[in-house]
């Protein structure tokens, strides 16, 4: 694959202009990526989403932009694995790595001694620290946590791999070969960066990332929703952090269509 990933570094654009803000801009880098070390990363691609209006769009983008990316994914041999959180992966047990067919579950962590636990947890006297939701909609959120699944447009096939953590998802990498990751899916500023299987952990253990833009979206908020600006603001953090370069899923097809 033939790829043109954009990146943001904070100088001047062309170089001569003087340095400032207004001259910062994108770099574009050329890379080469070996198919049968690349693999797409699907990140919470669920079915049911308490956020109406954030549904609507995930739904839109699972149906529009990460069906085609997968579905030629899967066309050429870049190996196909959904990271869905670890109770939904738990349904799709059978696309599990060869290496958890053991049975073994997500890792459980070990508490640090320090800070205090119920401080970490934010519990007891310390519980004012944690903003929480009014409780009202608590029998809706249960309902869906225990019914939840990936979205029917983009459901694992044979070939394909769910896991459930990072350590799985690095395992099979490992086995595999896979050196780029390519990642796509929900929510671009909550479970994309910070799930262990997520972009942060996954570009702290080495791997090249590459993030299709228009195959994912943020979850927003009143003065952030009609522009999706969180979801801006969270992409240029990636392409700023050397997190991940970005593309377009066009710009991904048309790639593979050159392979």
């Not at 299987?197 to 927003?220: C, H, K, N, P, S």
């Amino acid at each position: 694959m033939n790829l043109s990933v954009r990146h943001i570094v904070h100088e001047p654009n062309p170089p001569h202009l003087p340095y400032r803000e207004e001259h910062f801009g994108y770099v574009h880098l050329p890379v080469r990526i070996p198919v049968e070390q690349a693999a797409l990363v699907l990140v919470d691609c669920w079915d049911q989403i308490i956020v109406e209006s954030f549904q609507e769009r995930a739904e839109r983008i699972c149906e529009k932009t990460i069906r085609p990316v997968l579905e030629a994914s899967r066309s050429v041999g870049i190996t196909v694995i959904h990271a869905p959180s670890p109770p939904v992966a738990e349904k799709f047990r059978q696309f599990w790595p060869p290496d958890a067919a053991d049975g073994s579950g997500p890792e459980v962590g070990t508490a640090p001694d320090w800070p205090p636990i119920d401080f970490a947890q934010r519990r007891g006297e310390w519980a004012y620290l944690q903003a929480r939701r009014s409780g009202l909609h608590q029998e809706q959120l249960d309902r869906i946590d225990r019914d939840r699944s990936i979205h029917p447009s983009v459901l694992p096939e044979k070939g394909d791999f769910v896991i459930a953590t990072g350590e799985q998802l690095h395992r099979l990498c490992r086995e595999r070969g896979i050196l780029y990751l390519f990642y796509v899916g929900f929510a671009t500023n909550v479970c994309v960066p910070d799930r262990d299987y997520g972009m942060r952990a996954m570009r702290e253990r080495g791997y090249a990332l590459v993030l299709l833009r228009d195959a994912t979206t943020g979850v927003e908020a009143r003065d952030t929703f009609p522009m999706l600006a969180a979801t801006s603001v969270m992409i240029h953090q990636f392409e700023l952090r050397d997190v991940a370069g970005t593309i377009t899923s066009d710009a991904f097809l048309a790639s593979l269509e050159s392979t």
